[in-house]
C-alpha cells in the first residue's frame, strides 16, 4: 500500500510503476470520482515516455498515446454499464495489447480481465490524500 499525499505524488507512483511494465501489461483501476485515477495514468504515461498530454477518455472511452517506449491504451469504463458495451467498443482488442492498457472502473469488466492483471484500488483518504493498494 502507498500513500499519496499530494497529486505529484501520484503522479509520481504511476511514473515509477511505468518503469516496471512490458508490452502486454493490463493495469485494472478501481476507485471513486475524485480517487486520483486519472492522475496516476499520467505518470504511467510520462514513466513510459510519452510527451502528449494525457485526459481522461470519458466520452471517447478509449484514447491511444504513442511516442514512448510502448503504446499507452487509456480506457474509461465510467459510462459503460455491461461488459456487453465494452465488448462493443472493442476492448477485447486491447487485452493485452500490444502495449500497455489501463483501464479506469475496471471494475465493471472483471470477467474480461485476463490473467497477469495488476488491480489497484485508489481511495481518498482526505482533501489531497490518496491510498494506492493492490487488490
Known amino acids: 500500500m502507498i500513500i ?9 507512483c504511476g511514473r515509477h510503476l511505468a ?3 512490458g508490452a502486454g501489461s493490463v493495469i485494472a483501476l478501481m476507485g471513486d470520482l475524485g480517487a486520483g485515477k486519472t492522475c496516476l495514468v499520467k505518470g504511467i504515461a510520462r514513466g513510459l515516455g510519452i510527451a502528449k498530454e494525457v485526459t481522461s477518455p470519458t466520452f471517447t472511452l478509449i484514447h491511444e498515446y504513442r511516442g514512448g517506449r510502448l503504446p499507452l491504451y487509456h480506457v474509461d469504463l465510467y459510462r459503460l454499464d455491461t461488459v456487453a458495451a465494452a465488448i462493443s467498443i ?4 486491447y487485452l493485452p495489447g ?3 492498457t ?3 472502473w475496471a471494475e465493471k469488466i472483471e470477467s474480461l480481465l485476463p490473467p497477469g492483471t495488476m488491480r489497484l484500488r485508489l481511495t481518498q483518504v482526505a482533501d489531497t490524500t490518496r491510498r494506492i493498494e493492490v487488490v
Open 19 to 21: 518503469e516496471k511494465l
Open 98 to 100: 500490444e502495449g500497455v
Open 102 to 104: 489501463v483501464i479506469e
Open 4 to 12: 499519496s499525499h499530494s497529486p505529484t505524488e501520484t503522479f509520481e
Open 90 to 93: 472493442g476492448i477485447e482488442e
